[in-house]
């Protein structure tokens, strides 16, 4: 009969050491794989903060790292920062999302996503997001209407062709 004791009290322990002991307050959350994208394009990025509403009054940013020095995105003129939220039993779900709307060489690094529980202290960062702005091939071409000479051309061609016609024919 102690066995059987010995055995039960044993997998309640593996249970209950296998279960998370609990949810951190706050989590940051978006994709692993870099973006490559060509300069010109808009882009967004999204980064979704899951936290618990009792726990966490919260406070996200975004940040790009040049030079291993971290510095917060804030300018309104190259970016655009949007947020959306919506809320799911006790937890949270904030998406906010970084809009490039016309991307340049100088996008090109890495990025990080991060949240602060204001009242708890208790953080959490995303990894960091490599974004690798590639030269738009197109860039420096233009597209014009015909020139002059092209005109003159193709004038001289269709009077060729029906010389030719002429000659043929006689």
Known sequence: MQIFHLT???LIMVVLCSQPTSLSAVSVIYPREPVTKTEGLLLSLKCTVRYKTEDCDIQTNWWQWNNSEPLQITD???YLITVNETET????????FLTFSSLNLQDSGFYQCDAKCLNSGTQAKGHLLRLNVTADPYKDLRVSTWSGQLKADAAALALSATLLLLLWCY
């Open 8 to 10: 039960t009290a044993f």
């Open 76 to 78: 309104p003129n190259k």
């Open 89 to 96: 039993d006790e937890k949270r779900l904030r998406n906010i």
